[in-house]
């Protein structure tokens, strides 16, 4: 098993989540000391000050142009080439609002070469604030739409590609380079907010590269204000289901278009949606 000192956390962040960044570099100090500290920065006001900072805390800063859709996809691509660039024996993509557990470390590093591995992320109560990372076990309930394994690992069926989540998930750098090389790693043609993690994980499976649920390597979602279904996110979710339904043939998050009609916000044409009203971008 290598140390935490050979992994290589990959986060993605703009300066309006800079207390949910040291949030999790607390916790990787804490949780995985000595790994290193990709942090993926668009530009947006206030990404120049943030950096300098992250820099200064030994964090290593990929900054890149972006317009107004937030380019998630190619940060995390660029993100995850930096961090095999780096060295790493272990990548682990994380979200920025997610702070590695105690024991993640020690798990996805049990993940033999060529295997994707995802772990339970158990969402904060508004209560909890900003913990103390010793204190996070004390939290765990994982999120009860992906039921991972009591021990071990259990691997994805093709059909299971909804249960990929970009939230945490770790990989070696030999099979991030081959994903690279092969399809790309995310498409960057999906922009803003929503489906490039769903194709991602879609893609991986239909490429039968072995995806595996982790138990143990638990990661903890910050809590923050969100609307359920996205409304705020209605047009980058349009843009990139129309794109996610020309290579698969359906619409990724039905349930959450099916809320949005019932708004009014949404309506049917053909097999896919379009917006019942101009959607401000």
């Known amino acids: 098993m290598s140390s935490a000192a050979s992994i290589a956390v990959v986060t993605v962040c703009t300066p309006g989540r800079a207390e949910h ?13 000595g790994a290193k500290h990709v942090v993926v920065l668009p530009e947006r006001p206030g990404s120049a000050e943030l950096a300098a900072e ?20 190619r940060s995390r ?54 913990p103390d990372p010793a204190d996070l076990s004390a939290y765990t ?11 071990g690992t259990r691997e994805l069926e093709p059909g299971e ?25 995310f498409d960057e043609a999906f922009t ?30 910050r809590w923050h204000p969100v609307s359920d279904p996205p409304v705020d996110h209605l047009a980058d979710l349009l843009r990139n289901g129309a794109h996610y339904a ?9 349930g959450w278009f099916e809320k949005f ?3 009014g916000l949404v309506r049917r044409s053909g097999a896919g949606w379009e917006a019942a009203t101009p959607v401000d971008r």
Request: hydrophobic residues 45%; charged residues 20%.
């Open 141 to 151: 309930d994982p999120h009860p739409a992906r039921p991972f394994p009591a021990v």
């Open 246 to 254: 020309e290579r698969w043939g359906d619409w990724p998050a039905p």
């Open 21 to 33: 960044l040291r949030s999790q570099r607390r916790a990787m100090a804490e949780h995985l000391p």
């Open 54 to 73: 992250l820099a200064a805390d030994g964090a290593d800063i990929v900054e890149l142009q972006a317009g107004p859709d937030l380019p998630v996809a």
């Open 192 to 221: 803003g907010y929503g489906a490039e993690d769903t194709d991602f994980g879609r893609r991986l499976l239909y490429r039968r590269v072995p995806v595996v649920l982790v138990a143990g390597a638990h990661a903890y979602h």
């Open 261 to 263: 009609e019932q708004m």
């Open 161 to 185: 590609f909804g249960m990929f989540w970009s939230l945490s998930f770790a990989l070696r750098p030999a099979l991030w380079t081959r994903l690279r090389t092969d399809f790309g790693g």
């Open 77 to 130: 691509n660029l993100g995850g080439d930096r961090a095999a660039e780096l060295g790493a024996k272990l990548i682990v993509f994380l979200d920025v609002d997610c702070m590695p557990g105690p024991d993640l470390g020690w798990y996805y590093n049990e993940l033999p070469e060529g295997v994707v591995g995802l772990g339970p992320v158990t969402y904060l109560p508004e209560s909890a604030g900003a």
